[in-house]
């Protein structure tokens, strides 16, 4: 089979990326010249500066049973030269930096839905297997895979150019599920607080993380955001302390919190009080437990338990 780019082996289809090219047949191509590990070809992914990846998916001749644990076994390596262009910079450059590999399931062609298994960070450039054990819970069998290129733990938040060599795929077999095997949906994105034994303690957390928060300028609506790897592995940007906050809300379901999000003008104001309710919500908050509205040139300073450049509340 000739080698070309953009180019995919027979029965697999594309996960594609608008704007972005698909994966590449190689070798040959871009500089990279490892040659095959089996027969005359393998597939070249890569990973971009700007959140993006490559990915492609098969329909599976045998569905995976839940509870059931499969195993399988590739060749993977990664290609010192990988030269193309960047779109973040419209520069010529070098996508020769560690990536992983990550397997997803799922019920139709670049279905994600569920993370079975991934690799180590694949840096070295000769082939070398590797075998995983994966096993789902979803109520149906999975039907179709989808393997993808994706950036190393630690190196989401700042997307890096790298490559991903396949090669040499096995057949999956069922087998003994290992008593070590990992659960890929157990991990939280926020570390919980520990209990609050009082309302006075309830008292601290809140002042001090309230008056923490910032926004980005004086003229945005978002607040400083830190940027963090959720439970499978992808960059989610959240505001540790309101999420701190909604954590020890939680822990008083009869208190409510009470915010007016002050010092800009009115619109800016409203529309701040807005995404802070809204953010409140998404991180657990309900309607009884939190109401944020934009703070009123008469109102009284003495009621409030924090007041900041940014906002006052109380609960």
Known sequence: MKKRPAWVPDGWRVCEVEGETPPDLQPGLFGCKLAPADGKSYLGMVTRDNFTFEAVAQQLSSPLDSGVCYTFSVQLAS?????????????????????????????????????????PPIAHRDWKKYRFVMRHFQAKPITHLVFQAYYPPGMRCTPSLGNLLLDDVSDIMQTDCPSDLKDTMSRELVQRLPPLESEAALDVVLIRELASVRYSDRVEIQFVL???????????????????????????????????????????????????????R??????????????????????WKVSTQWLKATW
């Open 226 to 280: 830190t940027c963090t790897e959720n439970h499978l592995g992808f960059p989610v940007l959240f505001n540790r302390h309101l999420a701190a906050v909604a954590n020890a809300m939680l822990q008083f379901p009869e208190k409510q919190l009470v915010i007016h999000v002050k010092n800009a003008k009115f619109k800016t104001r409203n529309l701040r009080a807005k995404y802070l309710e809204n953010y409140l």
């Open 282 to 303: 998404q991180v657990g908050l309900g309607e009884s437990q939190v109401q944020v509205w934009p703070a009123q040139k008469e109102e009284q300073e003495g009621k």
């Open 79 to 119: 290609s010192p030269e990988y030269l193309s262009y960047t779109r973040l910079t419209a520069e010529p450059a070098n996508y020769n930096g560690p990536t992983i590999l990550r397997l997803w399931g799922g019920f139709d062609y670049c279905d994600g839905l569920v993370l079975l298994c991934d690799s």
